[in-house]
T-cell receptor, first 114, second 111 residues
Framework: DVKVTQSSRYLVKRTGEKVFLECVQD?????MFWYRQDPGLGLRLIYF???????EKGDIPEGYSVSREKKERFSLILESASTNQTSMYLC?????????????FGSGTRLTVV | LAKTTQPISMDSYEGQEVNITCSHN???????ITWYQQFPSQGPRFIIQ???TKVTNEVASLFIPADRKSSTLSLPRVSLSDTAVYYC????????????FGTGTLLAVQP
C-alpha cells in the first residue's frame, strides 16, 4: 500500500514562528498536494507540485510556501505563523496518469498557533 | 474541473442501505467520478471510482446514469463505523489535476 507520512500528528507553535510541516510518500508518485481543513469549509488546496522543484499555487497560498527538493518529500512552510493558520493540514500524493486517478492522504497534522 | 453538489448531511440506522447522490452537471468527457470517506482526525480515504454505469467493490457500489450528470454512492447495510464524511469529486488525472473537495456529506449512523 502507498504510504503518505506526515512528520507530526500535533503541533503547537507561537505566533511569528517559522513552521515546517513535512510529508513523505513511498510510492514514487509524481504529484503531491497540501490541503488545510477547517470546520464548515471542507478541504482547501494550498499548494501542489507535479515534479521535483516544481510548485503551483492552489486556492489559498497566502502565508505559505512549499519546497520539493526530492520526489518523495513535500514540505509546507509557514514563514511567520499566525493564529488564523490554526488548522488540520493534510498532505496527499497521486500518480501522474491520464484518466483514472486516486489520491492517497496522510493522517494529518493538527497545528495550533498560540 | 466539475463542481459537485451533495447533501450536507444524512441520517441512517444500522443495517440499512444508504444512498448518497452527487450532482455534477458540468462533468467533462474525460472526468472520472471518485468518492472518498473521511473519519474525524484522519485524512480522506479512497472508496470507489467510476466512469459510467455501475462499479462495485467490497465497500460500496457507484451508480452513474448515461448522462453522467449525477452519481450515487450506495453503502449496503451500514454500521456505526460507517459514520463519516463522504466526498464526491469529478475530475481526471494528469499534471494539472488538483482535486477540489467540497464540504462533503456527513453520514450519521444510529444504532
Amino acid at each position: 500500500d502507498v504510504k503518505v507520512t506526515q512528520s507530526s500528528r500535533y503541533l503547537v507553535k507561537r505566533t511569528g514562528e517559522k513552521v515546517f510541516l513535512e510529508c513523505v510518500q513511498d510510492m514514487d508518485h509524481e504529484n503531491m498536494f497540501w490541503y488545510r481543513q477547517d470546520p464548515g469549509l471542507g478541504l482547501r488546496l494550498i499548494y501542489f507540485s507535479y515534479d521535483v522543484k516544481m510548485k503551483e499555487k492552489g486556492d489559498i497560498p497566502e502565508g505559505y510556501s512549499v519546497s520539493r527538493e526530492k520526489k518523495e518529500r513535500f514540505s509546507l512552510i509557514l514563514e511567520s505563523a499566525s493564529t488564523n493558520q490554526t488548522s488540520m493540514y493534510l498532505c496527499a500524493s497521486s500518480i501522474e496518469r491520464q484518466g483514472a486517478y486516486g489520491y492517497t492522504f496522510g493522517s494529518g497534522t493538527r497545528l495550533t498557533v498560540v | 474541473l466539475a463542481k459537485t453538489t451533495q447533501p450536507i448531511s444524512m441520517d441512517s440506522y444500522e443495517g440499512q442501505e444508504v444512498n448518497i447522490t452527487c450532482s455534477h452537471n458540468n462533468i467533462a468527457t474525460n472526468d472520472y467520478i471518485t468518492w472518498y470517506q473521511q473519519f474525524p482526525s484522519q485524512g480522506p480515504r479512497f472508496i470507489i471510482q467510476g466512469y459510467k454505469t455501475k462499479v462495485t467493490n467490497e465497500v460500496a457500489s457507484l451508480f452513474i446514469p448515461a448522462d453522467r450528470k449525477s452519481s450515487t454512492l450506495s453503502l449496503p447495510r451500514v454500521s456505526l463505523s460507517d459514520t463519516a464524511v463522504y466526498y464526491c469529486l469529478a475530475g481526471r488525472g494528469g499534471a494539472t489535476t488538483k482535486l477540489i473537495f467540497g464540504t462533503g456529506t456527513l453520514l450519521a449512523v444510529q444504532p
